[in-house]
């Protein structure tokens, strides 16, 4: 990801987008094929070189501009490079350059959210059975599976493809319009013919630059990609707090986790995920302030592009890497997430029992009542609320013993985790 960014690929598509140009007017009969045939041919730059004439005109498109016709000069062929940018504005340069850039930036990124996919699937379906205490608001809820949770990842990682695909898609146009867009030099025609050739879309309408909000649309959707990878890592975080200790990090032999606590073993990439995760979701705010410039433009955006698209796009990859790894060598403790279902001694079958009273013929208040006495006494306790319910003579008169066994079953919890998987991943 880091060479889409690099300075030789940004010149490099520069130069693409203003061969293609040239030789879109050639075929047009504007300007002379063998001209078009020579800057094609010859036609090429020095970075270096590009930032010295830099230096001394404080324009990086005139000092790209002067390198080639300085290359053209020494293939021995100058006259062809009265041709290049031959129409043309900066702009129509950069912002057609960078879609080819983001359109590269997009396809690593969308490679990356693929495999993390695969992972995701191989092992929710290794852990689809694993039975595992669900929480919510961090409290003992009632019975899932890993598989389940896994899913979930699998599934809002596929969101966020489409997300990334539909915001990439709308990165995928080019301006050849001119200092206002007003097609003052080179018309809508070639527009769209120059366009073509470099595998774009021309906007439908253009100031000096394409508008914003389509930057903006595409670094939103990195900031929901990273924040899903942040959703995983965090959830590792909690797995592997000591009183937890459901799933963990991999930890690799001569690891060290503390310079000061030789036992510790931390959580050190989930925990950068969640810190760099941040850092996306902060470019958004400044790629939603790019979007309002003066009049047909001004400059306030470019800078700030220079930054948050890199790094977004950089940030991303990484983050898709990291969480990835993260997933497949991800220790799991389906020994361990069972105990902890059994903590609460069945305390966490309330809700089911509760619905069994009510079917039974207890009104619903009166069950509630009920059951919320004994489990609150289990809880002030840690006492076995399973063995309370069974000897509650007003219980009794009501479910049977054999019913009971039915209340407190996983089997009964769980019976529909495959049909949940049916619907995430389809059948077979």
């Known amino acids: 990801m880091g060479a889409v960014w690099s300075d030789e690929n940004r010149f490099r598509q520069w130069l693409e987008v203003e061969l293609a140009a040239s030789e879109t007017l ?22 270096p070189r590009i930032f010295e004439i830099e230096a001394e005109t404080r324009h990086d498109v005139i000092a790209f501009t002067t390198a080639v016709a300085e290359a053209m000069a020494a293939a021995g062929h100058p006259e062809a490079s009265r041709w290049f940018h031959y129409g043309m504005t900066s702009n129509d340069v950069v912002d057609t350059a960078q879609a080819l850039q983001l359109r590269q930036a997009a ?31 961090g409290i003992h809820a009632e019975p899932i599976t890993f598989g389940l949770k896994l899913a979930i990842w699998y599934e809002e990682a596929g969101r966020n493809q489409k997300r990334i695909e539909a915001a990439a898609d709308d990165l995928l146009v080019g301006k050849i319009s001119g200092a206002v867009g007003t097609f003052a030099h080179i018309g809508p025609d070639v527009e769209e013919k120059i366009c073509a050739r470099l595998g774009l879309r021309p906007a439908p309408v253009a100031s000096q630059v394409i508008q914003r909000d389509r930057h903006a649309y595409f670094v939103a959707s990195l900031a929901s990609l990273t924040a899903g990878l942040e959703k995983i890592a965090l959830e590792v975080r909690h797995l592997q707090r000591t009183e937890v200790r459901e799933a963990s ?10 310079s000061a606590m030789p036992h510790k073993k931390n959580p050190i990439v989930s925990e950068q995920i969640c810190g760099l995760a ?25 800078s700030v592009e220079r930054v948050i698209l890199p790094d977004s796009t950089i940030l991303a990859d990484y983050l898709l890497d990291k969480t990835t790894s ?7 403790y389906p020994e361990r997430m069972r105990r902890n279902v059994d903590l609460t001694k069945g305390l966490v079958f ?4 509760l619905l069994d009273l009510a079917s039974a013929g207890m009104l619903r208040e009166d069950a509630y009542r009920v059951v919320q006495a004994h489990a ?24 049977s013993r054999e019913k009971l066994q039915e209340t407190f079953s996983l089997e009964r919890q769980l019976k529909h985790v495959g049909a949940i998987f049916e619907r995430v991943f389809g059948r077979g």
């Open 26 to 47: 050639a075929e047009l009969g504007v300007v002379p094929r063998e001209d078009a045939r020579l800057l094609r041919q010859h036609a090429g730059f020095s970075v």
């Open 107 to 137: 396809k690593i990124v969308l490679e990356g959210v693929a495999k993390l996919r695969e992972v995701l699937k191989r092992r929710a379906f290794e852990f689809k059975d694993a039975v595992q205490i669900g929480r919510t608001h």
């Open 278 to 302: 941040r850092v996306v979701r902060a470019n958004v705010q400044a790629a939603f302030e790019d979007i309002a410039l003066w009049h047909e433009r001004d400059i306030s955006h470019s």
């Open 376 to 399: 609150m006494h289990a809880w002030d306790t840690e006492g076995d609320f399973r063995a309370a319910i069974e000897a509650d003579p007003e219980i009794g008169k009501l479910v």
């Open 350 to 353: 309330s809700g089911q029992l």
């Open 249 to 258: 990090e991999y930890f690799a032999k001569g690891q060290k986790g503390s």
């Open 326 to 332: 993260l997933v497949d060598r991800m220790f799991v």
